[in-house]
């Protein structure tokens, strides 16, 4: 709501404690602009009670232009098991 796209991220392993706090962590380039972090993230297990408790996290951007890029700082989030997420740096797939 109130965002020009979603990005969904698919993670190798459950992401625990996603917090507001996180987005300046990720950073996403958005057409020929520079990277920005994401107005907010979208968990569609919070609706449930169960926020951060899935590998799937949604970043939800204020432009409409075709994401290019997606970075994430190492250590952004932790897994189950407590172990944190290293760094990625990838190409967004049209």
Do not use: K, M
């Amino acid at each position: 709501e109130g965002s020009a796209q979603l990005l969904r991220t698919y993670w190798s392993d459950e992401l625990r404690g996603v917090e507001p706090d996180d987005l300046a962590r990720v950073r996403v380039r958005v057409g020929d602009g520079e990277p920005s972090s994401p107005q907010r993230f979208d968990d569609h297990d919070a609706a449930h009670g169960e926020a951060g408790q899935d590998n799937v996290l949604d970043l939800c951007l204020a432009e409409a232009a075709p994401a290019r890029t997606i970075w994430v700082e190492a250590g952004a989030f932790v897994d189950a098991a407590g172990h944190a997420s290293a760094a990625i740096e990838r190409a967004v797939d049209d």
